[in-house]
């Protein structure tokens, strides 16, 4: 199973809005909707910040979102804040009753 | 609260084998899937298998197949993993991961570094 592609980074002044992408295939992002993101700091676990797509735990910010079209998902920041500066994965359920996630993407906040 | 415990860090040579515990406390342990997810320097996650503590069912990733046995002590509410045939790129922090009953994580283990090294 191959990793999910994101872009390696990300930014956005603080204020502003920031988008993230995970690109799949029909057998994992297209084909599920068990579309996670997490985030993570340096030397922290990661944290779920968005499951089934676009559900939020209880917790987090509702600055954060997501979506998915075809076979890519995207998760967006509004109103940046410094502490949204973090790595963030992607995962999907895959139809080889697995789990896939993507390289990353570092948010940088300017 | 919900807290996964790990084991601490391990220094292993090639070819040998490792096993990392997870002790679960705060919620039933039983009602809830818990993963294993590796994540080498530098690099995205990697999903390396789930176990039902319920009845002891598990699958395993593909890659790892052979190597990789998770197995659950519902005496002490603890998930193992163990990984053998150890090579320099399983070196790696591993962590526990309870699932929230819809494919994704929500509660993770504070991470046990693995280093293979001869």
């Known amino acids: 199973q191959s990793a999910l592609t994101q872009p390696p980074s990300a930014s956005g002044s603080p204020g502003q809005s920031a988008t993230i992408s995970c690109t799949g295939t029909s057998s994992d992002v297209g084909g599920y909707n068990h579309v996670s993101w997490y985030q993570q700091h340096p030397g922290k676990a990661p944290k779920l910040m968005i499951y089934?797509?676009?559900k939020r735990p209880s917790g987090v910010p509702d600055r954060f979102s997501g979506s998915k079209s075809g076979n890519t998902a995207s998760l967006t920041v509004s109103g940046l804040q410094a502490e949204d500066e973090a790595d963030y994965y992607c995962s999907s359920y895959t139809s080889s009753d697995s789990w896939v996630f993507g390289g990353g993407t570092k948010l940088t906040v300017l | 609260q919900v807290q996964l415990l790990q084991s601490g860090a391990e220094v292993k040579k090639p070819g040998a084998s490792v096993k990392v515990s997870c002790k679960a406390s705060?919620?039933?342990?039983?009602?809830?899937?818990v993963h294993w997810v590796r994540q080498a320097p530098g690099q995205g996650p990697e999903w390396v298998g789930r176990?039902?503590?319920?009845?002891?069912?598990?699958i395993h990733a593909h890659k790892l197949q052979g190597r990789v046995t998770v197995t659950r002590d519902t005496s002490t509410n603890t998930v193992y993993m163990e990984l053998s045939s150890l090579r320099s790129e399983d070196t790696a922090i591993y962590y526990c991961?309870?699932?929230?009953?819809?494919?994704?994580?929500?509660?993770w283990g504070q991470g046990t570094l693995v280093t293979v090294s001869s």
């Open positions: 176990i039902k503590p319920s009845d002891g069912s598990r």
């Open positions: 991961a309870r699932d929230n009953h819809v494919w994704s994580y929500d509660y």
């Open positions: 089934e797509v676009n």
């Open positions: 705060g919620y039933t342990f039983t009602s809830y899937y």
